[in-house]
């Protein structure tokens, strides 16, 4: 059974376009986040959410935005892609208050923007 | 300035020897958590420990251990007789639960373990 489950494992798109990347947890989390990394490996929180409040990294573009249907679920929507979106995007969730506990991920989801 | 330090960009070392991955962290809260992920070469994050701010008691889990310093703000992670396996990106990460609540990855040193 897949823990944190993302689709799809890879995207291929080009410029201007609008995107979504759906995540799912079945270990029955309280938050779930989700982070971009770059081609240098760094890791950097976009969101977190829970059923009482969504966080966001202020420097977040607003052509980002998480669409949380219900508490397994964070969908990230990206409008307009841009050249500098391509990245590999981890979901991920934890028990609790945001960052209070471990977080387990996704296997990520590789976007190229052409 | 960096919330999360990890001076070594790269390391690499000889399977069985001992190695130790460092990491400093910058905060004001009296209450925060600190964390080490793995990231092997195919691609997933793994955890592997977690610490509070109150807990300074350091920590063995087989091969690993953690010594956790907040005079020094340091919470480093060292292998002991390193295997191939353990070639990845280690990530030290910050959780801040003041006002404004802010989670931060350290920019991770990449491991290399020859055999």
């Known amino acids: 059974d897949t823990a944190v489950s993302q689709t799809p494992k890879y995207l291929v798109t080009q410029m201007g376009n609008d995107k979504s990347i759906k995540c799912e947890q079945n270990?029955?989390?309280?938050?779930m986040y989700w982070y971009k990394q770059d081609s240098k490996k760094f890791l950097k929180i976009m969101f977190s959410?829970?059923?009482?409040?969504?966080?966001i990294n202020e420097t977040v573009p607003n052509r980002f935005s998480p669409k949380s249907p219900d508490k397994a679920h964070l969908n990230l929507h990206i409008n307009s892609l841009e050249l500098g979106d391509s990245a590999v995007y981890f979901c991920a969730s934890s028990r609790g208050l945001a960052g209070v506990n471990e977080q387990f991920f996704g296997p990520g989801t590789r976007l190229t923007v052409l | 300035a960096q919330k999360v330090t990890q001076a070594q960009t790269e390391i690499s070392v000889v399977e069985k020897e001992d190695v130790t991955l460092d990491c400093v962290y910058e905060t004001r809260d009296t209450t925060y958590y600190l964390f080490w992920y793995k990231q092997p070469p195919s691609g997933e994050l793994v955890f592997l420990i977690r610490r509070n701010s109150f807990d300074e008691q350091n920590e063995i889990s087989g091969r690993y251990s953690w010594n956790f310093q907040k005079s020094t703000s340091s919470f480093n992670f060292t292998i002991t007789a390193s295997q191939v396996v353990d070639s990845a990106v280690y990530f030290c990460a910050l959780s801040e639960m003041g006002y404004g609540q802010n989670f931060v990855f350290g920019p991770g040193t990449r491991l290399s373990v020859l055999p």
């Open positions: 959410y829970n059923n009482k409040e969504l966080i």
């Open positions: 270990l029955g989390h309280d938050t």
